[in-house]
């Protein structure tokens, strides 16, 4: 069975200093993973996905990810975090099921930029 | 392309009174997904289509809850009657089948009062 788990449900960093927001998660079968952000009264923005291609994974907005299968993580971080990265960012795990796809979103991590 | 088009972005109404919620997908997706968001549940899947058609409803929380796609253009998700424990953010998606990525609308906010 899938799941995920983002690991804290808020990170606070300094300006101009590297993010780093953890995502675990489980699948039987080779999953897809991506990396969502919500900001304030938004809907959900793709910021990068990973589908068993090259395991480090390049998003927008300097962002990126690196899948890693022996510690069933998706992490993201960005070298240097900017006040407009202060957002909601949902790890999401895909797996075909029965011929289509499931997804499953985890909990959220609500990123904090200190000035 | 303007992206998953929701309506309305606020509404607020009484406890009893029917709500529906309106989503236009991205032209050419012919997947939709309609989710709920809240403080203590978190995103939860509601429904979705493939070509128009429910495929799994298993996510509706209650027989008041109710979701069509009448075209390829349109979907409603209705709610009758309302009950203020539905207040929260309710989001559409859209996807192509041929690419497992998930495009949302800005949500629309529900109050019940």
């Known amino acids: 069975a899938q799941s995920v788990t983002q690991l804290d449900s808020h990170v606070s960093v300094s300006e101009g200093t590297p993010v780093l927001l953890r995502c675990n998660y489980s699948s039987s079968y080779s999953p897809s993973l991506f990396w969502y952000v919500q900001h304030p009264n938004k809907g959900l923005q793709l910021l990068l996905k990973?589908?068993?291609?090259?395991?480090l994974v390049k998003g927008i907005n300097g962002f990126e990810a690196e899948f890693k299968k022996s510690e069933t993580s998706f992490h993201l971080t960005k070298p240097s975090a900017h006040m407009s990265d202060a957002a909601e960012y949902f790890c999401?795990?895909?797996?075909?099921?029965?011929?289509?796809?499931?997804?499953?979103f985890g909990t959220g991590t609500r990123l904090k930029v200190l000035a | 392309d303007a992206g998953v088009i929701q309506s309305p972005r606020h509404e607020v109404t009484e406890m009893g009174q029917e709500v529906t919620l309106r989503c236009k997908p991205i032209s050419g997706h012919d997947y939709l997904f309609w989710y709920r968001q809240t403080m203590m549940r978190g995103l939860e899947l509601l429904i979705y289509?493939?070509?128009?058609?429910?495929?799994?409803d298993s996510g509706m929380p209650e027989d008041r809850f109710s979701a069509k796609m009448p075209n390829a253009s349109f979907s409603t998700l209705k709610i009758q009657p309302s009950e203020p424990r539905d207040s929260a953010v309710y989001f559409c998606?859209?996807?192509?089948?041929?690419?497992?990525?998930?495009?949302f609308g800005a949500g629309t906010r529900l109050s019940v009062l």
């Open positions: 289509f493939n070509n128009n058609v429910p495929i799994d």
């Open positions: 990973y589908t068993s291609a090259a395991t």
């Open positions: 998606a859209s996807r192509l089948s041929s690419a497992n990525i998930q495009y």
């Open positions: 999401v795990v895909s797996d075909r099921v029965s011929g289509t796809y499931k997804y499953i």
